[in-house]
């Protein structure tokens, strides 16, 4: 059982814009650690797409974007492509674990 | 730029020893500045951390866990290493290594990750 809650899958049209939610409590984001997404592709190692909640590391494009509040984060991807559709994953600290928990991921299909 | 690789028997039988190694490359594992991790995800479920290993051999473990799991590293080789005692089915997963910044808890670095599939 995944720590954070995400919706199992989302769509969108290319050139759209689609939102994933990330649920938490108040053992991770409601604690008020940090939300991390990531971007896996099928057979490549996942990708960090965004750290401290709103961070996009150097390479990512600023279609990308995160923010939190309260007990939840969202991802949200404008302008889809074709070459966005993979698994996306949040993550946060979580003080039951003592490390880090992730969600069970949503599958984005453009 | 570093690079992570992980490495180990595709095949398991049950109770025994699941043992993987990541090698580091491209940059030290005896950094001040990062932790590095296994993470594990099993077929059609979300990711799940097993634990976290500092250059000082400092380790910090998935409770559910402790007790089945060791996590080393060796400097001289410049990779660390996970053994996972006792396994089932249920511990079929591909297994990624992975680096952490000591001041945050993200996952910068990932490897490609292995596939070990527990089964007689």
């Known amino acids: 059982q995944s720590v954070l809650t995400q919706p199992p899958s989302v769509s969108g049209a290319p050139g759209q814009r689609v939102t994933i939610s990330c649920t938490g409590s108040?053992?991770?984001?409601?604690?008020?650690?940090?939300v991390h997404w990531y971007q896996h592709l099928p057979g490549a190692a996942p990708k960090l797409i965004i750290y401290g909640n709103i961070n996009r590391p150097s390479g990512v494009p600023d279609r990308f974007s995160g923010s939190k509040s309260g007990t939840s984060a969202s991802l949200v991807i404008t302008g889809l492509q074709a070459e966005d559709e993979a698994d996306y994953y949040c993550q946060s600290y979580d003080t039951s674990l003592g490390g880090v928990g992730f969600g069970g991921g949503t599958k984005l299909t453009v | 730029q570093l690079q992570l690789r992980e490495s180990g028997p595709g095949l398991v039988k049950p109770s025994q020893t699941l043992s993987l190694t990541c090698n580091v490359f491209n940059g030290s594992i005896c950094s001040s500045s990062h932790y590095w991790a296994w993470i594990r995800q099993p077929p059609g479920k979300g990711p799940e951390w097993i634990g976290n290993?500092?250059?000082?051999?400092?380790?910090y473990y998935n409770p559910s866990l402790i007790g089945r799991v060791t996590i080393s590293l060796d400097t001289p080789k410049n990779h660390f290493s996970l053994n996972l005692r006792s396994v089932t089915v249920a511990d079929t997963a591909v297994f990624y290594c992975?680096?952490?910044?000591?001041?945050?808890?993200?996952?910068?670095?990932w490897g490609q990750g292995a596939l070990v599939t527990v089964s007689s």
């Open positions: 108040s053992s991770n984001i409601g604690a008020g650690y940090d």
């Open positions: 290993i500092y250059c000082s051999g400092s380790t």
């Open positions: 992975a680096r952490l910044p000591v001041a945050d808890d993200y996952l910068d670095v």
